[in-house]
């Protein structure tokens, strides 16, 4: 905000996109170590949510800023995002450590202190320690408050077991994570989110104030329908809800790629078409929400082993932010190459690819716990276990896992 030339403004944003970067990746992973497997879901997802909530502020503050001089709006618009940062500076100080880490350490007497705050019940506290330690490495009858962890389990190889030599369960779930997060930036909402005046221009409506009040629209259904989604995730599952997102964003994108096509073909306004591309717009902006909005960051944060569970997370936001930035860059000129309604039309051929992914790569993990994951996934015959323990004892199902592993779910 208070920039003094091109350079100095680039160099602030980098900044702030080292910590975008770091808060994309730790906020998840915290989330759903921390939480209990009754509400990881949504708990998880509420770090999509307020993604949401900054965009519609962001497209708010827009509107607003564009009141104001030029030379003084934009400044505004960047340097009051310094606001919530500070804020949330000074809460982060008051956060308990995740009792995975904690674990990994050998700090079992803090672990079992956060745990017993996390957790539904003092019965289900003592079966995450547990689980926790025997993921670590730690033998169940080391009780003492400080305990030596052994060497494996502070880091050693992971790159190895993760790229190098990974298990056949962690090669299914590194695809697995890393497919959630291209296939959701192939789907092209960045370029809705990003260049939503653009589209609305070329449906027709001209005014800037008009447009400025498009997007917003834009920004408010896709946090209303995330909020949605939150309250679904542990209801009804990650696959249901990915894949009637995903069925409906391939139908919306045809649509608006049709609309779309009409108005560019017409030598004026159809105000039919107009209406169908701006409702289609914003139908897709809300099926995505409800589903592939939150999904990749929720799913992929629960999915790896404790040992692997940050680097491997990292690897699938990474993903994620290098398929946005390339979709978000070629956009304008994938529409003036292909028209803006074959743009729509290649983004909704990506979305039916990526169906038919999720439902061959993706097992179900409601209800879960994080340490009984792996045992989901191995098997890419694409014949998955179906998960029917949905409360918080822990029991063995019946029959063995893939790869001969016995299950260990949450009764």
Not at 74 to 89: F, K, S, T
Not at 218 to 243: C, E, H, Q, S
Request: hydrophobic residues 45%; positive net charge; charged residues 15%.
């Amino acid at each position: 905000g208070f920039a003094t030339n091109y350079a100095f403004l680039m160099v602030g944003r980098f900044v702030a996109g080292i910590g975008v970067g770091y808060a994309c990746m730790i906020a998840p992973v915290y989330t759903a170590e921390i939480s209990p497997a009754s509400t990881r879901g949504f708990l998880t997802s509420f770090f999509e949510v307020f993604i949401n909530f900054g965009i519609l502020l962001g497209y708010v503050s827009n509107y607003v800023c564009s009141k104001l001089s030029t030379h003084l709006g934009w400044r505004v618009m960047l340097g009051v995002g310094a606001v919530p940062a500070v804020i949330l500076a000074s809460v982060v100080l008051w956060m308990p450590e995740s009792p995975r880490w904690l674990v990994m350490q050998g700090r079992l007497g803090d672990a079992k202190r956060v745990l017993d705050k996390t957790s539904d019940s003092v019965e289900e506290a003592q079966f995450r320690l547990a689980d926790i330690k025997e993921a670590a490495g730690i033998p169940e009858n080391l009780t003492d408050d400080v305990v030596q962890v052994p060497k494996r389990s502070h880091g050693e190889g992971v790159w190895k077991e993760l790229i190098v030599h990974p298990t056949p369960s962690v090669r299914h779930i590194l695809i697995a994570s890393v497919g959630i997060h291209f296939f959701q930036q192939c789907s092209g909402i960045d370029s809705v989110v990003l260049y939503s005046p653009r589209i609305f221009e070329k449906a027709g409506i001209t005014s800037s104030d008009n447009k400025l009040l498009a997007t917003v629209a834009v920004g408010f259904t896709k946090t209303m329908f995330i909020l949605v989604a939150t309250f679904l995730f542990d209801k009804i599952g990650r696959r249901p809800l990915i894949l009637s997102s995903v069925a409906g964003m391939i139908f919306s994108l045809a649509t608006l790629g049709f609309g779309l096509t009409v108005i560019d073909h017409s030598n004026k306004k159809v105000t039919w078409a107009v209406g169908l591309s701006i409702a289609m717009l914003l139908a897709f902006v809300a099926f995505f929400s409800i589903g592939m909005g939150p999904s990749p960051v929720v799913y992929s944060s629960e999915i790896f082993p404790l040992k692997l569970r940050a680097q491997g997370t990292s690897m699938g936001m990474a993903a994620n932010r290098l398929t946005s930035g390339v979709i978000s860059m070629t956009f304008i000129s994938l529409y003036k190459g292909i028209t803006i309604g074959g743009a729509f039309f290649l983004y909704a051929g990506v979305a039916l690819v990526s169906w038919f992914f999720f439902y061959y790569v993706l097992p179900e993990t409601q209800g879960r716990t994080l340490e009984d994951m792996e045992g989901l996934f191995g098997n890419l015959k694409w014949n998955f276990p179906k998960n029917k323990n949905k409360k918080n004892n822990k029991e063995v199902s019946n029959g063995d896992g893939p790869n001969g592993q016995v299950q260990l779910g949450s009764k």
